[in-house]
């Protein structure tokens, strides 16, 4: 991952305030502590270091700072394949992050992120695509229908949350 992969994010870093708009919330300071003052790149970076961790930083970060580090989940969900294996095990590489997304999405934070929402239905498409993908290969663990259903159901239901931001 480069420098030049976030040029196009423009504003300065999200401060303090903006990771934690009501001053107080102990989720959005640790958020504040892990990744105020990163640029994109460093932010990416360090989310790869421990992305099942770093995620709920995504989920508790005031709407400006979410809307400023986004290319980062972006990013990681472009690039990382649905499923991963190491050691011998299996597990959904993505499971949670639509989670994530949908908590920013309500509608007090609506004027800062409803910019984001068609990137994220874009998003959402892939990653369905993906896991359709998965699920044809025929995969004992990939296409088991409860593994599935598990995983798609967040999805879809980020994608309904979405579509009542968007649908005039």
């Not at 649905?82 to 590489?93: A, D, I, L, P, T």
């Amino acid at each position: 991952m480069t420098q030049n992969q976030f040029q196009n994010q423009s504003g300065s870093l999200p401060g303090e305030r903006d990771f934690d708009p009501f001053e107080g919330d102990l989720d959005a300071q640790s958020a504040w502590k892990n990744f105020g003052g990163l640029s994109l790149a460093e932010a990416y970076q360090k989310f790869l270091e421990n992305p099942g961790t770093y995620s709920e930083d995504f989920m508790w970060m005031g709407d400006k700072a979410f809307v400023y580090y986004f290319p980062v989940l972006e990013r990681y969900l472009l690039v990382t394949p649905v499923w991963g294996k190491e050691n011998g095990s299996e597990w959904c590489q993505i499971l949670g992050l639509g989670s994530v997304i949908q908590f920013q999405f309500t509608e007090e934070s609506l004027q800062e992120l409803l910019q984001l929402a068609p990137r994220v239905l874009t998003l959402i498409a892939q990653v369905k695509e993906s896991i359709d993908a998965y699920v044809a290969s025929g995969h004992p663990y990939y296409s088991d229908p409860e593994i599935h259903q598990h995983v798609i159901k967040e999805w879809n239901e980020l994608e309904q949350h979405l579509q009542q931001f968007v649908d005039p």
